[in-house]
Structures are given as structure tokens and as C-alpha cells.
């Protein structure tokens, strides 16, 4: 088997960059130089960028294929939460040099699948040995326009909470060793962005719980989760009774999912977001006066209600890394 070590750097360099599509004429300068150089012609530049390490947020055990298109998913999130579009990106590795040169073909192969489907172009990286631990940092550029900029503090009393999708389906996943590629929401904020007066957005990456607690320190308002609406599939309550545990616990804490948290006025309607968008969405509660006891509160079928903690993973607060397991079944989860 050959390794990285037969290659080295630059055997390397060339042959992820021969791997690698353009998918944009905007493009003047790619991977070959010092920095790529590109024609940004929108009005609004976005700059995100997510690192991945090994043992925290995946371990080798999962398909590299799997955790390319994560690497790569968790930043289109973050740029579709802030209504904008992906275009580019720089990726960075930190590999063992006794790893098969194979291994980072599959990483790469997870890149481009993910890179194709939301036309983004690889612009260049940066290729280093780490001896401990794989590291995958991801930056990713994309673009809106300036009215379209969606911020997680525009939230007013009054407003509806909604979601897209199901929550908790990954997290649950992870422990159940099904892995599911989750297709980040940018045609779902683009088209919402669109025909809806959006008041606040946050992609659902840490838990709801702590997406929502984000919204309401950040619009300085309260608000009231209705725990039987939160969208739980078939596959979370099949799982979670299987593990004896609360489906709720990986809804609202298990992170992840790479859906959208949106607030909107009181007309908007989730019948008509949901025939644009072609994808489920979910009415789950209501923005509130922040003066209410609680600022974010869950309110059960009976009226029981409760304060609705932050309890998703925090890095360097929590004791345990996330706990991803080795897979065999990997799906779309669209
Ligand atoms: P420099 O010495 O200027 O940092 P490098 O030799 O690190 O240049 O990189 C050469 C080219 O290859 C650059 O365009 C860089 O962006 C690109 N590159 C390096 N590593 C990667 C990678 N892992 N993925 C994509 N492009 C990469
Ligand atoms: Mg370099």
C-alpha cells in the first residue's frame, strides 16, 4: 500500500489539485500559485471556516468519504444561515505520514461530491504533516446581496419559530452507526430569503436548545418552544427506544442536523414556505417579550413548562469529546 510518505508534500499537492474541478468562470487564479485570485461581482462577501479534528469530531474508524463531505457541509450551513451562496474554498490538512495515500482520495472524493452538488470551486489549502492527529480545516467564501444578509439578532416578539427538516436524525445516528450526509439548506434560505420577511437565522449545528438560546441573547427578546411540534422522525423515536434514551435529548441537544432555526412576522405561513421550498418545515413556538421568567422556554402538551437550557457540546467545557462510532451505513438525508 503506498503511503503519504512515498509522495511527500508535493506528490500530494498535485495529486489532490488534478482531483479538484473548477465549476465558476469567475476564476483567474487557481491551485498552482501563492493565493488564488478571483472576480467578485455581488455585492456582499461571506467568509466562513470550521475545523475538524480527529478524535473530537470523527474518528478513523468513519468512511473518509463521509467526513470529507462534512468537512465541507459544515461551512455551506453556516454561509446558507447567513442567506448567502458558497462559491469557494480553502482546505487545510494536517496528516500522519504513515497514512495510505488512498485515505485522503476518499477524504477528497467526500469534497468534491459535496463541492459538485452545490457548485463550489477548490481554490487551494494548505498540505502539513501532523503526527497525532488528522486535522481538516475548511474556509469557505460565499456571497449575497446586502438586503439579504440574515443575522441571528433580528428576531421581534411576536414572531414564529420554524425549522426545516427533522432534528436529532444525526446525533442519534452517530451512536446507531447510521451516518447520514446532510445536505446543507441554501436553496431553502435563498427561496425563503425570497418570499418571506426572515427576522433571524441560525443553522442548528450545536442543538436547537442552544441555536435558540443564540437567537434570543442575540435579539435580546424571549421565546417559547412547543416541545410536541419539534419535528421528530421515525428513524430518532425507532432509535432512541432501541437505546432507551429520551428522543428529545438528541432533538434539542444532539447537533449536527445542518438545518435552518428561522424566525418570520406572524403572517407567514408554513403550508406556503413549505410548497416553495419542496422540504418540511415545522412551526415550533413563538418570540416573547424577554421580560417572561424564563427566556427561553419548552412548554410540554399538558402546559408543563420549563426553562430550556444551553446543554449541547461546548469545546473545552465539556468533559467527553463527541462520541462518533464506526459506520457501515451512510445515507442522503435530504
Ligand atoms: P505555499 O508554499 O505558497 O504555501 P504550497 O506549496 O503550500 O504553497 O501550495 C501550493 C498550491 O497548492 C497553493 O495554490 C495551495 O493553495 C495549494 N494547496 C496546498 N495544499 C492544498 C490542499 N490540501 N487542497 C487544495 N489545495 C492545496
Ligand atoms: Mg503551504
Known amino acids: 500500500m503506498k503511503l503519504l510518505k512515498d509522495i511527500g508534500e508535493f506528490g500530494l499537492i498535485e495529486r489532490i489539485s488534478k482531483k479538484l474541478k473548477i465549476r465558476t468562470k469567475d476564476l483567474l487564479v487557481g491551485i498552482g500559485d501563492d493565493a488564488c485570485a478571483f472576480k467578485s461581482s455581488k455585492n456582499v462577501s461571506l467568509l466562513t471556516t470550521d ?53 485522503v482520495d476518499r477524504i477528497y472524493n467526500g469534497i468534491e461530491e459535496c463541492c459538485n452538488r452545490f457548485k463550489i470551486t477548490v481554490v487551494g ?20 446581496e446586502k438586503k439579504n444578509i440574515i443575522r441571528r439578532s433580528g428576531a421581534k416578539e411576536g414572531d414564529k419559530i420554524f425549522v426545516t427538516g427533522f432534528l436529532g436524525d444525526v446525533s442519534v445516528g452517530m451512536i446507531s452507526s447510521r451516518f447520514f450526509k446532510q445536505i446543507p439548506r441554501v436553496k431553502e434560505a ?4 425570497k418570499f418571506c420577511k426572515l427576522t ?6 450545536d442543538g436547537l436548545a442552544n441555536e435558540i438560546n443564540h437567537i434570543a441573547k442575540e435579539s435580546n427578546v424571549g421565546a417559547i418552544i412547543y416541545k410536541d411540534k419539534l419535528p421528530l422522525s421515525k428513524f430518532l423515536l425507532k432509535s432512541a427506544h432501541k ?20 424566525t418570520a412576522g406572524k403572517d407567514a405561513s408554513k403550508e406556503k414556505i413549505e410548497n416553495l421550498t419542496g422540504t418540511k418545515i415545522t412551526w415550533i413556538g413563538e418570540i416573547l417579550n424577554k421580560d417572561f421568567d424564563f427566556a427561553v422556554k419548552i412548554i ?17 467545557k465539556s468533559k467527553t469529546s463527541k462520541q462518533i462510532r464506526t459506520t457501515d451505513k451512510i445515507s442522503e438525508r435530504n
Request: charged share 25%; hydrophobic share 40%.
Open 300 to 316: 410540554d402538551k399538558d402546559g408543563k413548562e420549563e426553562k430550556l437550557r444551553e446543554k449541547a457540546y461546548e469545546h473545552f
Open 243 to 262: 437505546l432507551k434514551k429520551d428522543p428529545y435529548d438528541f432533538a434539542l441537544y444532539g447537533g449536527e442536523d445542518y438545518e435552518l432555526l428561522f
Open 125 to 144: 489549502g494548505d498540505t502539513v504533516s501532523s503526527p497525532e492527529c488528522v486535522v481538516i480545516n475548511v474556509t469557505l467564501f460565499g456571497e449575497t
Open 190 to 193: 435563498r427561496i425563503l430569503l
Open 200 to 205: 433571524s437565522m441560525i443553522d442548528v449545528s
Open 51 to 103: 475545523i475538524l479534528i480527529e478524535n473530537v469530531h470523527f474518528t478513523l474508524s468513519i468512511s473518509p468519504e463521509y467526513i470529507g463531505w462534512k468537512a465541507i457541509a459544515s461551512s455551506i450551513s453556516d454561509i446558507a444561515a447567513m442567506g448567502g451562496t458558497p462559491k469557494y474554498a480553502l482546505i487545510s490538512i494536517g496528516l500522519k505520514e504513515t497514512m495510505p495515500i488512498k485515505f
